[in-house]
Structure formats: C-alpha cells, structure tokens
C-alpha cells in the first residue's frame, strides 16, 4: 500500500521567503508527525496532529514556523522569513492512534536549502 | 525532559564481527524505547521496539532500566547492516503527544 509521500522532494529558497512544505500520511491514521533532521542537531520533533488538532506546539524552533492539517489529512509546514539555519530534512510521519509504543511510518523528507 | 543520548557517531567492524549500538536515555516515566534505521536512500523504519521484545535481521536490544540503557546488538554483522541507526524514546508531551526523542545517530559501517 502506498506510504507516507512528502512534497516537494528538495526545495531551495533564498533568505526571507517563505516556503510550504506538504505531508500525505498514510490512510486511516490520524495521528502526524513533523521532525527535522540536520547535521547539527540530529533528528527533532517539531509538532504533533491528533485529527486535525495540534496539542502540544512547543517544538517548533520559532514563531516564523507553522503547521496545520486540515480534513484529517493533508498537513503543511510552513516557515516564514526562511533563515539560512533552516536548511534542513523535514521529516513527516504517521500512525493509527498516535499512543506510546506504537510504530511512526515516515515519508522520504523534503530537503530544504536556504540560500 | 526526556533525553537519548548515543555516544558512538561511527562504529566500524568487520564482517562476522559482533556489533553493539550503545543508547542510554533519562527520562522520568517509564519510557517506550525504539531502535530505528535508515539505509542509504531510503527513509527511516523502524528496526524494532522494546515491548515487542524481537529480534529482526538477527538483531535484539534489552530495556535496562537500572543502567537506563537499551543497547542494540548483533552476535555476526553483514554488510547489509551498514546504515544510520537512531535510538528513540517515546514520551508524552504536552496534551498527551507522543513524539519520538531521538539521538544524534551512529553511523555503522561493516567492512568486508
């Protein structure tokens, strides 16, 4: 069956502007995930969906940064005012439910370059 | 706050040679421990989770909750084993989230 698919597959931006990066979870999970992944810092969650709720936001580096989900579904990151520091995998995952001990499914990334 | 740290950035052994991925973690609850892997040009899966208690492609981890560690361990490594391969907690967050904490990563290389 078809996996987690992330849009676009690299993007590269100058400073200040922004950029929407897609995420299409698997069907039938209602539970998402974003994380970064660069060379410096590793691999870090950013935000969580339950449906289309997000309740806890407090990964997300700055306030230029940004997600929502909406049906359920579909989830887009966005970051305002890009910062070279940006530059980054942007990882998105999913599972069924969203609970302790359960596989997260991760899509391929969209690598990020901020000129 | 929940942490996993992995020591090691780069393990390399030979072929036939026994492998062991070092992660230790602190975290105040009872944690879900994870073990994933990324090979090349393909995206993180998960190798295998503590509650499952399985070994997948030969290789086992044990929850050591005295030393907070949860190492990853082969007896005889392939080749095929050579990847990127992350340690992860999963603890809820604020509103009941349960994203992973992930460490840094250890990259393992098998030599012929």
């Known amino acids: 069956g078809a996996g987690v698919s992330q849009s676009p597959s690299n993007k590269v931006t100058e400073k200040g502007k922004d950029v929407e990066l897609r995420c299409d979870p698997i069907?039938?999970?209602?539970?998402l995930y974003w994380y970064r992944q660069s060379l410096g810092q590793g691999l870090e969650f950013l935000i969580y969906?339950?449906?289309?709720?997000?309740?806890?936001k407090s990964g997300l580096p700055s306030d230029r940064f940004s997600a929502e989900r909406t049906g359920g579904s579909v989830s887009t990151l966005t970051i305002q005012r890009t910062q070279q520091e940006d530059s980054a995998v942007y990882l998105c995952?999913?599972?069924?439910?969203?609970?302790?001990?359960?596989?997260?499914?991760f899509g391929p990334g969209t690598r990020l370059l901020v000129l | 706050a929940q942490r996993v740290t992995q020591p090691e950035k780069l393990l390399s052994v030979f072929k036939g040679a026994p492998v062991e991925l070092k992660c230790n973690y602190s975290y105040s609850g009872s944690p879900e421990l994870f073990w994933y892997v990324q090979y090349s040009r393909q995206r993180l899966q998960l190798l295998l989770r503590h509650i499952s208690r399985e070994s997948i492609k030969g290789f086992t981890a044990d929850l050591n909750k005295g030393e907070t560690s949860f190492h990853l361990k082969k007896p005889f490594a392939q080749e095929e084993d050579s990847a990127m391969y992350y340690c992860?907690?999963?603890?809820?967050?604020?509103?009941?989230?349960?994203?992973?904490?992930f460490g840094k990563g250890t990259h393992l290389i098998i030599q012929p």
């Open positions: 995952a999913s599972n069924k439910r969203g609970k302790g001990g359960e596989t997260q499914y």
């Open positions: 969906f339950q449906g289309n709720s997000a309740p806890d």
């Open positions: 069907s039938g999970h209602t539970a």
């Open positions: 992860a907690l999963s603890a809820p967050r604020g509103g009941g989230a349960d994203g992973l904490t």
